[in-house]
């Protein structure tokens, strides 16, 4: 069984910072790309960033020079560390990890963590 579990989401205003972790645990063989989505209300889940397991990132546009993504492989954590943070960054955060579970290659996902910015 693979469990993913996220902290460290808040309150925070805007121009503030937040880091969010993300802890993968388990029956876990290899993990390969690993990245954190988010959700405002009333809009689709969107990709905010992701690493693969050789440390190449990728960012939405929107968070390209303010948020970076990074991970301990040896812990099997991802991390998201959100700097100068704006009120249209509120969303729940989602961490997910494609890996293999045994043989089995799947996408897994967290239970998310909520980021509010207020003004």
């Known amino acids: 069984q693979v469990q993913l579990v996220e902290s460290g989401g808040g309150l925070v205003q805007a121009g503030g910072s937040l880091r969010l972790s993300c802890v993968v645990s388990?029956?876990?063989?290899?993990?390969?790309?690993m990245a954190w989505y988010r959700q405002a209300p009333g809009k689709q889940r969107e990709l905010v960033a992701s690493v693969t397991s050789g440390g190449r990132t990728n960012y939405a546009d929107s968070v390209k020079g303010r948020f970076t993504i990074s991970r301990d492989n040896a812990k099997n954590t991802v991390f998201l560390q959100m700097n100068s943070l704006k009120l249209e960054d509120t969303a729940v955060y989602y961490c997910?990890?494609?890996?293999?579970?045994?043989?089995?290659?799947?996408?897994?996902w967290g239970q998310g963590t909520q980021v509010t910015v207020s003004s």
């Open positions: 388990g029956n876990i063989f290899r993990i390969n790309a």
């Open positions: 997910a990890a494609d890996l293999f579970a045994g043989s089995l290659r799947s996408d897994y």
